[in-house]
């Protein structure tokens, strides 16, 4: 397969699952161990990718960002509980990931550690759907500050690759007694600051990243980043649309599939 479509295809993966509850991550480090690339090699078009997702929140939610942001400039109660709300959610994750980055750093390369979590979050996500009845959306704004601060230690869990952020996040508002679409939209506004910061971090660890250095070239970054951006922009209104009536079960049968397929693989493959 030529590197042009490769890395079509993966901006495609990373846009279909950054926002679902599957992990985006994990499927990226399996693809890559399914057919042989070197995930050093593909470290920064990983991180350029990502952000091509965080864009396409951003374009989505657009009018929300703007009339919080013009919010806050006047000091309204409820863009003041929503940017204490993000903030809340994003902090934990922030400082955890900090201290512990490298040991993050060595679990990314391991696509046994994707595999299990894969299948313990979709027991989870099965799990919280049967037990949990399903409550009225008010909006992030509306949240308390516990609710909030909860959710962001829950996000500490997607460190662990194969555990999802959204699912982390999503599930950690469920549990909260988050409505459904509320919780798939906390956890898309986490994504923005979260998102930024971990590709921050690891830029200024690493600043052959930004300096050409990998084997996958710039057009391909490129190409990459652009797919993820529109297939993400698809999937964060379909998925809304979807779980507001549907529920998150569909994705815990498929992280348990596809984790089961993934162990199978690399221990008897």
Known sequence: ?????????????????EFLPVSSTGHLILAQAFFGYDPAQWRQFNIVIQLGAILAVVVTYWNTFWSMGMGLLRLEDEALRFVRNILLGFVPAAVIGLLAKDAIDLMLGTPLVVAVALVIGGVAILVL????????????????WKTAMAVGFAQCLAMIPGTSRSAATILGALAMGVGRKTAAEFSFFLAVPTMLGAATVKILDEPALLAGEAAVGWTEIGLGFV???????????????????????????????????????????
């Open 1 to 17: 397969m030529s590197l042009t479509l490769t890395a079509i295809l993966l901006g495609i993966l990373e846009g279909l699952t």
């Open 129 to 144: 759907e049967r037990t949990i009845p399903a409550r009225e959306d008010v909006g992030v704004a509306a949240l308390s």
């Open 227 to 269: 797919a993820a951006f529109l297939v993400a922009m698809v999937v964060i209104r379909a998925f809304v649309a979807y779980v507001s009536r549907h529920g998150f079960a569909p994705f815990g049968w498929y992280r348990i599939a596809l984790g089961l397929f993934a162990l199978g693989w690399f221990t008897l493959g």
